[in-house]
């Protein structure tokens, strides 16, 4: 992920793998999707993803840096 300012805007969401729906869980800065997707359970942790508005990361690739 390029950007790396906690005040950046993203789109937290969840991919569903068995039918391939996307749900957004926030609009907000990065700070807040950080702490939102961190208070998710383990096993949706996995599906998480954040958006910027020129780039896509999942969630547990960008805890690992």
């Known amino acids: ?6 005040d950046v805007a993203v789109r937290l ?3 569903d793998e068995e ?3 996307a749900i957004t869980l926030l ?3 990065l700070a807040e999707a950080l702490a939102a997707a961190a ?8 599906g998480l993803y954040l958006q910027t508005s020129n780039d896509v ?4 690739d960008f805890l690992e840096g």
Do not use: I, K, N, W
């Not at 992920?1 to 906690?6: L, P, Q, Y």
């Not at 208070?39 to 996995?46: I, M, S």
């Open 19 to 21: 039918g391939g729906a």
């Open 13 to 15: 969401y969840h991919l």
């Open 57 to 60: 990361v999942a969630y547990l």
């Open 39 to 46: 208070a998710q359970p383990e096993e949706l942790q996995a």
């Open 1 to 6: 992920m390029r950007t790396v300012s906690d």
């Open 27 to 29: 609009y907000g800065s």
